[in-house]
Structure formats: C-alpha cells, structure tokens
C-alpha cells in the first residue's frame, strides 16, 4: 500500500468518528427520555470531552510549539487564536448561537490532522497511532457538538450532514500536511499553538462552565477520565 493511500485511509478513520459521534448523539437524544439521566450523561460528556481537549493542548498542540517555535512567534500565535476566538464567541454570543463545542473539535481536529499528514513523511508508525488518537477524540467531541449545532437553530438533517462532510476535514488537512508541509515544521507547529489559544479560549468561557452540575461530581470525573485518555495516547505516541 502506497503512502498517499494510507494517509487517505488513516485520516478518514480519524474523521468518520466525527459522523458516528453525531450519530449516536442524534440516537441518545430521541431514545434517552429520562430527564435526570439524560441531564447526567450530557453533563458528564460534556466534560469528557472538555478533558479529551485540554489533553491535545497540554500534551500535544503546546509541546509541538515550544520544541519548534521561539518564544515571540508562540506567544503571538497563542494570543491571535485566543483572540480570534474572543470576537467569534462574542459575535455568536449575540446571534444567540452556541457553537462552542464544534468549534474547539475542528480547532484541535484540523491541525493535528495536517500533522498527521506532515508526520507521514517520516514517521508511519507514529502517524499511524496519532490517527487511532485523533480518532477517539472526535468521538466524545462530535457527541457534544451535535447538541449545540441544533441548540443554534440548525434541523437535525442539517446537522447530520454538515457533520458528514466535516469528518472528510481530516483526509484534506492530513494530505495539504503531507504534500506542503513535511518539510516545515515551524509553521505546523504554529498552527498547533495558535489552535491551542482559541481551544483553551472555548474551554474556560463555554464548555466548562456548561459541564458542571449542581450537588453532582460526574462530570468533573468525566474531564479526569478525557485527560487520562490524552495521557494514554501520548504515552503510546
């Protein structure tokens, strides 16, 4: 099997977690009626994945940046995603959308894709096991979007199929890494750390928030079980 067929087929298993996690999101919603249940598992999903996302940025997007970058262009890189993602939490805030949890997904999915494709030039093995990595990470991801998507206003039909087509955002990111930017690693790791600001930007000022819940601790347990998944396929990695 060639190299541009496995980056094909890797990056699309990374991706298609982003469609069966708004699957079984759509599942979970029409089939799950109990209230205090279905209040618990939300909660606590939504805090799995807010775990799973500040995993990527502490062991993953950060560390590319301070191994390639120097001091100025990180900080400046950090402070643009921050900063980017201040105005269109801001803009959407005042649309009444909440798009916060698809945001952070595509803001950690689409750069460690493109260096999925950019590490495939000279690592396969590694390139192989950050696919399965990126993969388990959309799921939980992908389950909490699907929720805010059509808390925004979007119909479920809609939301599936602009769900569908994201999942293929792995295989374009992993081949533009592949094809224009194997051999430079500074400005991957630039998008990794600008990336990082915008997520953790989104984590302290929508998605954690919303995960906690009043007299339970599920869901602080749930971010403690994301993070320790991050760990797993780091240390793997």
């Not at 598992?41 to 062991?59: E, K, R, W």
């Not at 990470?137 to 039909?157: H, M």
């Not at 374009?172 to 430079?184: D, K, Q, R, V």
Request: aromatic fraction near 12%; glycine fraction near 10%.
């Amino acid at each position: 099997m060639d190299i541009l067929t496995q980056i094909i087929l890797y990056a699309g298993f990374s991706g298609i977690t982003v469609f069966i996690g708004a699957l079984l999101a759509n599942y979970f919603d029409h089939h799950i009626l109990k209230r205090r249940i279905k209040y618990e598992i939300t909660h606590t999903a939504q805090a799995f994945g807010a775990g799973i996302l500040l995993s990527a940025l502490a062991l993953v997007l950060v560390p590319k940046g301070l191994e390639e970058l120097s001091l100025w262009p990180m900080l400046i890189s950090f402070s643009l995603g921050a900063v980017l993602f201040f105005i269109i939490d801001k803009k959407l805030a005042h649309s009444g959308g909440k798009m916060a949890q698809l945001l952070a997904m595509l803001m950690d999915f689409i750069p460690e894709s493109i260096a999925l494709g950019a590490l495939f030039a000279t690592d396969q093995a590694t390139g192989t096991l950050l696919a399965v990595f990126i993969g388990l990470q959309n799921l939980p991801e992908a389950f909490n979007s699907f929720r805010d998507v059509v808390i925004s206003g979007f119909t479920v039909k809609k939301t599936l199929i602009l769900m569908f087509f994201l999942s293929f955002a792995g295989i374009i990111g992993a081949l533009l890494g592949y094809f224009y930017l194997s051999g430079s690693p500074e400005i991957t790791a630039q998008l990794m750390v600008f990336s990082s600001g915008g997520i953790l930007y989104l984590l302290f000022q929508d998605i954690a928030p919303e995960s906690s819940m009043k007299n339970h601790r599920w869901g602080s347990i749930g971010a403690c079980l994301g993070f320790m998944v991050g760990m797993i396929g780091e240390k793997v990695l």
